[in-house]
């Protein structure tokens, strides 16, 4: 079965600074793609960024970004100058698309990040 | 940009009742999805909806558990007798492709309380 794991059930960082979630994931597909999304307390599902397995470069969204290590199947969520509205629960994502599935995603236990003031 | 749109936003029945949560997916997408996520809790796949069919399902998704295109925009998820287990959010999805190949669009969700 399809496993993703994310160490961290909750994290704090300054408004302005920096800060990095993790998540480990496992997979047996070659090509995918893997996903960080955002859940703020209005509960909405907000896709915050997504890498494809096959790139080498790691993506980047403004002031997201991810350290994606194939091998290791880590794929990190970097938040810089951090802003009181990242404040949220954040779930790591990956497809089980293996075989006759049409995809579902595993999620993450998910992480709690608060940005302080 | 297109969105997902679920209705009601919150749902209150009480226990042994039928309840059916309502999606409108993206129009062009082809693949649908209802996950669900009792509070506290991660998000959890219950199933997956292509060519008019169930493609995949969870072992959540039991007999008391039914979903339905009735006509080609609407995506429904019943639950047939609820139980208070039932409470959690539910959230319809889409894809235009095969997940594997595109990001799920999310709806706001469906906060469902059995009482």
């Known amino acids: 079965a399809q496993t993703v794991t994310q160490s961290q059930p909750e994290m704090s960082v300054q408004e302005a600074e920096t800060v990095t979630l993790s998540c480990t994931y496992d997979?047996?597909?070659?090509?995918?793609?893997l996903f960080w999304y955002k859940q703020p307390p209005s509960r909405q599902m907000i896709l915050v960024i997504r890498?494809?397995?096959?790139?080498?470069q790691n993506a980047t969204e403004n002031r997201f970004s991810v350290n994606f290590q194939k091998a290791a199947k880590s794929f990190s969520l970097k938040i810089s100058d951090s802003q009181l509205g990242d404040t949220a629960m954040y779930f790591c994502?990956?497809?089980?698309?293996?075989?006759?599935?049409?995809?579902?995603?595993?999620f993450g236990q998910g992480t709690i990040l608060t940005v302080h003031p | 940009e297109p969105e997902v749109t679920q209705t009601p936003s919150h749902q209150v029945t009480q226990m042994g009742q039928e309840v059916i949560l309502r999606c409108v997916p993206i129009?062009?997408?082809?693949?649908f999805y209802w996950y669900r996520q009792i509070l506290g809790q991660k998000v959890e796949f219950l199933v997956s909806?292509?060519?008019?069919?169930?493609?995949?399902k969870s072992e959540i998704f039991d007999d008391q558990f039914s979903v339905e295109r009735p006509d080609g925009s609407n995506f429904t998820l019943k639950i047939r007798s609820t139980k208070l287990e039932d409470s959690a959010m539910y959230f319809c999805?889409?894809?235009?492709?095969?997940?594997?190949?595109?990001?799920?669009?999310f709806g706001n969700g469906t906060r469902l309380t059995v009482t």
């Open positions: 129009s062009n997408h082809l693949y």
């Open positions: 994502a990956s497809p089980d698309a293996g075989g006759t599935s049409y995809g579902k995603l595993t």
């Open positions: 890498q494809e397995a096959y790139k080498q």
């Open positions: 997979t047996s597909e070659n090509n995918y793609y």
């Open positions: 909806f292509y060519n008019n069919e169930i493609s995949e």
């Open positions: 999805a889409s894809s235009p492709q095969k997940l594997g190949n595109s990001p799920l669009h």
